[in-house]
């Protein structure tokens, strides 16, 4: 049952993204406003009703009502959606010049629709683990392999709806299969919910006294800022993927699925018997500088990833079982580059369920905490990587930033426990990072601003990029909230001495290239309509077509 509760959660996830993309549009604020809503409801969720689990004395039948009454409010959704977006359009219409009050509606339109139904998914691990507690032993590490499992199922449900629901079933569809899914989940776990006479009542004077208090604030310290790092990656994943296999709804699955199957499976190894007796303090210290590393060196060989990925799609056909094949490889891709530093990150918070769990018997309080604060974490990360860190670094210093970041929280676990070898290792590994910042920045703006996902190459030449900096100069760069933004020129001998602007990789406007394109496109219809006083020009591009319109209105 948790497994299909995860991917129901990710389908809504997937489809309530593109229903409010479809409101609000895609700018990097508003994909930051949402998932931070739809994460601060999960947060509250868990601390609500975490804090509650362990006195109930039924917790398998409460969650069996929580999961039909999301399933209730998701089939009821797109009449809900059709009311926020009249209220948008009209309440938004006259604050259109207005863009903090207009970002403000937007978020609260976003809590009116998402906060109910993220509140109630927020209190599903702690109910299952309130419930563990009562039946098993060792119920901490059962509770990190329900996370496991429920991150796993996660993973099924962003692929199914990323590649096969909404295309077949329209979001209508999907939704409301997806909320029947939710009711018979429910009807399970009610009905397999024994009576609370067998079930033991829960123990409040067991609690041990290995300072609870001080270990639960240290880790929810830890997860808070691992959270925060994870999301703030996967929020820059989004956009870096994006550039390089093509902006799609099948892109976003795929960074889903690489993150939540990482963190699945990282979840699953801390879970494993044979890690149980792994030392806490230095396991985490191990898992951080390995993610930290892991980044780094991403983020300085782009490139190489990037010409092991046009190696690749090369041999693929332009056909239907190609396009398969395609998705396949930017998965398979996906999880080894982004997949991976998932599970190292997210090994951390099913790590100190356990250690926690040794500690204190009020499971499901304590596991809602620590979701809390891994939760709050995502949401400040996300906030900060949307709004702060990606539109003032760019893409390239942020990913670098937040490795560092992990670097900081490993040496402050080694600082905090004395543990010598580890500072050094934290020392070396904050370096290669430091290093990464002075080198290899124009490789990246090449890299990214190439389109990629536009080549079509049969034979691949490893020395086009190495060729591209030669010749081109990018005279502007910046990683911009609705799009990577770059204007380049060639230099006459390599390239042609053409000055170019570039948006996510595509050419959209030249000063030779397509230049009679972009003219035509302003001369054509007033060919047709020579007496308009009245033009509408959807989109300014370079304002060659703009200049066009305006110099043949004015030569009358």
């Given at each position: 049952m948790f497994?299909?509760?995860?991917?129901?959660?990710?389908?809504?996830?997937?489809?309530?993204?593109?229903?409010?993309?479809?409101?609000?549009?895609s700018t990097i604020q508003a994909q930051t406003v949402?998932?931070?809503?739809?994460?601060?409801?999960?947060?509250?969720?868990?601390?609500?009703?975490?804090?509650?689990a362990d006195k109930l004395a039924r917790p398998l039948r409460a969650y069996g009502f929580v999961e039909a009454a999301i399933g209730l409010y998701a089939f009821f959704f797109p009449t809900l959606y059709l009311v926020a977006d009249r209220c948008f359009v009209a309440v938004g219409s006259p604050l259109f010049e207005h863009s903090a009050l207009l970002l403000a509606l937007k978020?609260?339109?976003?809590?009116?629709?998402?906060?109910?139904?993220?509140?109630?998914?927020?209190?599903?691990?702690?109910?299952?683990a309130a419930w563990l507690q009562k039946f098993f032993s060792e119920a901490g590490r059962h509770s990190a392999r329900f996370y496991s499992i429920n991150s796993l199922g996660a993973v099924a449900g962003a692929a199914l709806a990323g590649f096969y629901l909404v295309e077949s079933w329209g979001m209508v569809a999907a939704l409301q299969l997806t909320a029947l899914a939710n009711l018979l989940i429910g009807a399970g776990a009610i009905l397999s919910s024994p009576p609370s006479s067998q079930e033991k009542a829960p123990d409040q004077t067991s609690v041990k006294s290995m300072e609870p208090t001080s270990l639960l604030k240290w880790g929810g310290l830890m997860v808070a800022v691992s959270g925060g790092v994870s999301m703030g990656l996967?929020?820059?994943?989004?956009?870096?993927?994006?550039?390089?296999?093509?902006?799609?709804?099948?892109?976003?699955?795929?960074?889903?699925?690489?993150?939540?199957?990482?963190?699945?499976?990282?979840?699953?190894?801390?879970?494993?018997?044979?890690?149980?007796?792994?030392?806490?303090?230095?396991?985490?210290?191990?898992?951080?500088?390995?993610?930290?590393?892991?980044?780094?060196l991403l983020v300085w060989r782009i490139d190489l990833w990037v010409d092991v990925y046009r190696l690749l799609q090369a041999g693929l056909a332009r056909s239907s079982v190609g396009y398969v094949y395609h998705e396949l490889l930017a998965a398979a891709l996906s999880m080894i580059v982004l997949g991976l530093p998932a599970?190292?990150?997210?090994?951390?918070?099913?790590?100190?369920?356990?250690?926690?769990?040794?500690?204190?018997?009020?499971?499901?309080?304590q596991v809602g905490r620590l979701l809390t604060w891994n939760t709050l974490g995502g949401v400040v990360g996300v906030l900060i990587t949307g709004f702060v860190l990606m539109p003032r670094l760019g893409l390239r210093s942020s990913f670098l930033l937040l490795a560092?970041?992990?670097?900081?929280?490993?040496?402050?676990?080694?600082?905090?426990?004395?543990?010598?070898?580890?500072?050094?290792?934290?020392?070396?590994?904050?370096?290669?990072?430091?290093?990464?910042?002075?080198?290899?920045?124009?490789?990246?703006?090449?890299?990214?601003?190439?389109?990629?996902?536009?080549?079509?190459?049969?034979?691949?030449?490893?020395?086009?990029?190495?060729?591209?900096?030669?010749?081109?100069?990018?005279?502007?760069?910046?990683?911009?909230?609705?799009?990577?933004?770059t204007v380049e020129k060639g230099d006459g001998i390599g390239a042609p001495a053409d000055l170019g602007l570039r948006i996510n990789g595509k050419a959209d406007a030249s000063t030779r290239g397509d230049l009679c394109t972009q003219f035509l496109i302003g001369h054509l219809p007033l060919l047709a309509r020579p007496d308009s006083q009245e033009v509408f020009l959807l989109g300014l591009g370079s304002g060659i077509t703009g200049a066009a319109v305006v110099g043949r209105i004015a030569s009358r």
């Open positions: 497994f299909f509760s995860g991917g129901t959660a990710l389908i809504y996830e997937v489809v309530w993204s593109k229903y409010l993309s479809q409101m609000f549009g949402v998932l931070a809503v739809f994460m601060g409801g999960l947060a509250l969720g868990n601390s609500l009703l975490g804090a509650r978020a609260l339109l976003s809590i009116a629709l998402l906060l109910l139904p993220t509140v109630l998914m927020g209190s599903t691990l702690p109910l299952m996967e929020v820059l994943a989004s956009r870096s993927i994006s550039l390089i296999f093509g902006s799609s709804l099948q892109s976003f699955a795929i960074v889903l699925v690489a993150f939540i199957i990482g963190i699945g499976l990282g979840s699953g190894i801390v879970a494993s018997e044979r890690t149980r007796r792994w030392p806490g303090e230095k396991s985490l210290i191990c898992l951080l500088l390995a993610a930290t590393t892991w980044i780094a599970a190292l990150i997210g090994s951390v918070l099913p790590l100190m369920i356990r250690v926690v769990s040794e500690t204190d018997s009020r499971l499901g309080a560092l970041v992990l670097c900081a929280l490993a040496a402050s676990i080694a600082g905090r426990h004395r543990i010598g070898k580890s500072l050094g290792a934290c020392g070396a590994t904050a370096s290669l990072v430091a290093l990464c910042f002075a080198v290899g920045g124009e490789g990246w703006r090449h890299v990214m601003s190439s389109g990629v996902f536009r080549a079509r190459e049969t034979e691949v030449d490893t020395a086009v990029m190495r060729h591209r900096k030669e010749h081109i100069k990018i005279l502007f760069y910046e990683d911009a909230p609705d799009a990577t933004v």
